[in-house]
């Protein structure tokens, strides 16, 4: 963990960069759990000495931070990128919770929308995945009662699974070809052992018809599991074509110019909309080329997903 870290994006603290929340008060979480602050386990690790306890550690950063003055807040806003992104969804409520009802408090998650689909070889990778994290962790008591009431724990580690029953107003930032969903749950490594889709994986703007087709279906099933959370009005949704993951954080995709937009709106200028009540924002890109506002990652060919 570094030092110092530089806050960009919807953390900067200059108005040109990000007019919206610029003049908050901002902390950054340190994610040290491995399971989206949900581990509560007991028992030491006697091997490794890792203490499965992400619950704990959320109940103790958001009292201090109450001590801290966030009881005296106006506005609250939980925001995370990737598991900070499924933690902004599986908290979500738990954090309107700590707030006096006339506070504005909502919820952003960014790439936090991870899908139960199956790899290219058919199974069900993912899910055993998301299994094995809550078991470890012990997570089952720290998932939404809501979602476990119905599915097994591991499910509900699965926004698909509980989106539509939280209460509290969600805004849901993702890219509908994620590439680190495509790298890590369309074809991790064990399912392309081959390494047919080597060079797929790490340039979308490189990948073969065949492949393409597959990510089109990919971005289909994403799609269908957003649509099965309903359209609340106030539910927020910035779901855009591009081969990235993660863009709220990062200045380039957040607010600058070229920056990613849909509807002529910034991800920034669209969440501060949705946020502040100005106007509502649910909006989903056409499929891929489609779109020229995107900033595609493009992965070192050395690097692993």
Known sequence: MAKQIAFSGILSNTPGYNPGFYNWNKVKVRYCDGASFTGDVEQVDPATKLHHR??????????????????????????????????????????RDLFHQDVKVKCLSDAGFFINEKDIAGVEYIAAFFNDVVATHGSAENLPSSCTSRLPPSMCFFPQNEVEQIQTPLFILNAAYDSWQVRNILVPGVADSHGNWHICKHNIDECPAPQLQILQGFRDDFLKALEEQGTSSTRGLFINSCFVHCQSEMQETWFASGSPML????IADAVGDWFYDRSPFQKIDCPYPCDSTCHNRIYEVSSEA
């Open 54 to 95: 992400g619950a704990r550690v959320w109940q103790a950063v958001m009292e201090d931070l109450l001590t801290k003055g966030m009881n005296k807040a106006d506005n609250a806003l939980i925001s995370g990128c990737s598991a900070g992104g499924l933690t902004s969804i599986l908290h979500c409520d738990r954090f």
């Open 263 to 266: 509807g002529n709106k910034t």
